[in-house]
């Protein structure tokens, strides 16, 4: 007599398919984690990767920073602190930096004013202008009238402090605000600070978290050098 055929029963068949659907859930659940690590990690490179461009592109510009006279002065316009920041800064300098190798600017001294603006096409980021000296513009020259040139839309902020010499107190004193006016302190450093820190503010990789943070400071030479 032949041997009866077992097969599964429905309880057997359920727990199979429960098995299986939990290892399933659990193995998309991974993908997904991993796929979000992986496209997070691709934005921060991303993001990392502009804001040294832009970082380099101010820190070369300072570095080049030039003086002649009171009008070559570094100015700082303070607007807010922390991630919200929309300070100002200008300066005068020579070379290819932030205004690039094609410039005619980049063979003669020029002012460049950075700051977080918007483009004639709209789109809004770190940006600058840049201009000639006085003799080579029109007497109703007026440098807001400049379009602005985004250099990265990525940046959402920025915030800049300056440091100089007190001879009195032996150390540096930081700063908020920075023009030809400035009281007390050392003011023999033609005009131009001997340090600035920069701190970029990127957009933050998700919503609700806080905007990714670049800082870098520059020894500016010609602070240096003294009053000729």
């Known amino acids: 007599m032949p041997s009866a055929v077992r097969g599964f029963t429905l309880l057997e068949l359920l727990v199979g398919i429960s098995i299986f659907v939990l290892v399933g859930s659990v193995t998309f659940s991974l993908m997904a984690a991993v796929s979000k690590a992986w496209q997070r990690g691709t934005a921060l490179c991303e993001d990392l990767h502009a804001g040294d461009y832009v970082l380099d592109q101010i820190m070369d510009g300072l570095l080049a920073a030039r003086y002649r006279d009171r009008a070559d002065g570094f100015q700082l316009k303070d607007e807010g602190s922390g991630p919200g920041a929309m300070d100002k800064i200008s300066w005068v300098k020579e070379g290819p930096s932030l205004i690039g190798e094609d410039s005619h600017l980049a063979r003669t001294y020029h002012r460049v004013r950075l700051f977080v603006g ?13 201009w000639g000296d006085e003799y ?10 400049l ?4 250099l990265s839309k990525r940046i959402v902020g920025i915030n800049c402090r300056v440091a100089t010499n007190n001879f009195e107190m032996n150390r540096l004193e930081w700063m908020d605000t920075w023009d030809d006016e400035l009281p007390g302190g050392d003011n023999m450093t033609n005009h131009v600070p001997r340090f600035v820190e920069v701190t970029l503010y990127l957009k933050p990789l998700a919503e609700g978290e806080p905007p990714v943070e670049m800082r870098r ?12």
């Not at 918007?118 to 840049?130: C, K, L």
């Open 147 to 150: 379009p602005p040139e985004v």
């Open 217 to 228: 400071m520059a020894d500016i030479p010609v602070a240096n050098q003294g009053m000729k």
């Open 136 to 145: 080579l513009q029109p007497e109703n020259f007026d440098p807001d009238s």
């Open 118 to 130: 918007r483009d004639e096409e709209g789109t809004s980021g770190a940006a600058f202008t840049a």
